[in-house]
């Protein structure tokens, strides 16, 4: 598609996007790092792969051995 545009049409394009990036409110990282790691922090309770599954509740979980006599 960008083959059959005209550099303009590709130049008004990105000032486009520009313009609709500009309104985007930002943050620092040192602010929203810290929301970040205190989230996950505050949910690794819940997260079944820093605390495991229990056993009956694995839908994984080797439902039997195969014996081939």
Request: aromatic residues 2%.
């Amino acid at each position: 598609m960008a083959q059959e545009l005209s550099e303009k049409d590709l130049l008004r394009m990105e000032v486009e996007q520009l313009k609709k990036e500009v309104k985007n409110s930002r943050a620092p990282i040192s602010q929203t790092g810290k929301e970040i790691k205190d989230y996950a922090e505050a949910q690794a309770g819940n997260d079944p792969l820093l605390k495991g599954i229990p056993e009956d509740k694995n839908p994984f979980r080797e439902k039997g051995t195969c014996m081939i006599s």
